[in-house]
């Protein structure tokens, strides 16, 4: 496949590959040309929710990336997986870098020897074999994420965190109480979370691929943000969006899913949680009725219920999420995934 390959290097300690602490660095960014191997997109596997071929995910490892993400019970979107590895390795198995990191998602080698997987079952863990280093890659960044919703009061969702850790290693997200800000080696951390954060977009299958499409969970204004902190909230900042809605308002799924919670939900009052075709989330709270139920099916567009202010709230509204997993603690920002979707505020 063809590829541009950019190499930034930095000062000792900054680390562009797992657990490399104290190293002096060299991150490896390809990005595809237009005349790359994918060859076109081609037919997603069942359920998919990635973008496969060109401009995408390899065909090859389409299904390695899906199964590896399925196997992780933490909500580890297989987009965050394809953009790690385009960032760190442009989806070459033979990657290697002058500090050590190996393959396709540059496992250092004591880091390998943590978290090898022998992913096809040939009686070997290779670092250099996807069918290995990608379920690797990917047993790695569940321990992360499963780390990260323990810090619910740590900079960046759980998710951010754990490529954080992955990055630089888990040290520093607790050194840093988070993601390490820009002022750490010279924002390779940082820049290395925002990179893959932006790319997993492009690397998610678009509204187009799924039925029903996508809109808006409802017709009012938006109100407090995402990541606004406060002591009003439990874990220091606001984990949704709020929309300025009065009791009674029509609500409805953005996008097409299963309804995986419809119900009592603590300080969110009665809610709604919805499974995407991505492996996405969303939720829905302080509903004043529910017109769905676990286990229903929907598209986007479907009404779920109506807006009330059931659970702490401080009037009525509607208090929406996008989570990589359906419980508390898992939240993303809703805003590049409404408009990966088509949809602006």
Same mark, same amino acid.
């Given at each position: ?44 596997? /069942? ?210 899913? /299963? ?87």
């Amino acid at each position: 496949m063809g590829f541009k390959r950019v190499v930034a290097l930095v000062g000792a300690g900054a680390v562009m590959t797992p657990v490399a602490l104290g190293l002096g660095v060299v991150m490896l960014i390809a990005v595809f040309d237009d005349e790359d191997g994918g060859g076109g997109s081609i037919q997603q596997p /069942t359920g998919s929710g990635l973008r496969i071929g060109k401009n995408g995910v390899p065909p090859q490892y389409a299904q390695l990336v899906l199964d590896a993400s399925a196997s992780c019970d933490q909500g580890l979107p297989p987009a965050i997986l394809a953009a790690q590895l385009k960032q760190e390795s442009g989806f070459r198995p033979d990657a290697g870098s002058p500090v050590g990191a190996q393959g396709i998602a540059q496992f250092m080698p004591g880091t390998w020897e943590t978290w090898k997987v022998d992913g096809n079952g040939d009686g070997k863990a290779s670092v250099w074999d996807p069918e290995d280093a990608i379920p690797a890659q990917a047993n790695f960044m569940c321990s992360l994420l499963k780390k990260g919703k323990k810090h619910p009061e740590y900079r960046g969702s759980p998710i951010e965190q754990a490529l954080a850790g992955y990055n630089a290693g888990w040290g520093r997200v607790d050194q840093y109480r988070g993601v390490p800000p820009v002022t750490f080696a010279n924002g390779e951390t940082y820049n290395y979370v925002k990179n893959i954060m932006a790319m997993s977009a492009d690397m998610a299958a678009s509204g187009a691929d799924a039925s029903g499409g996508w809109t808006l969970p409802t017709d009012g204004p938006a109100g407090t943000p995402y990541r606004q902190r406060g002591p009003m909230w439990s874990s220091g900042y606001h984990t949704g969006i709020d929309f300025v809605v009065p009791v009674g308002s029509p609500l409805r799924s953005i996008g097409p899913g /299963t309804v995986v919670t419809a119900g009592p939900g603590g300080p969110y009052g009665t809610q709604v949680v919805i499974r995407h075709p991505d492996g996405m989330y969303s939720q829905y709270a302080h509903l004043s009725r529910l017109e769905v139920r676990a286990g229903q099916k929907v598209e986007g567009g479907t009404r779920i219920g109506l807006s009330g202010a059931t659970g702490n709230v401080s009037g009525p509204h509607l208090h929406f999420e996008v989570r990589t997993g359906p419980d508390y603690g898992s939240d993303i920002s809703p805003i590049p995934y409404l408009r990966q979707h088509g949809l602006n505020i």
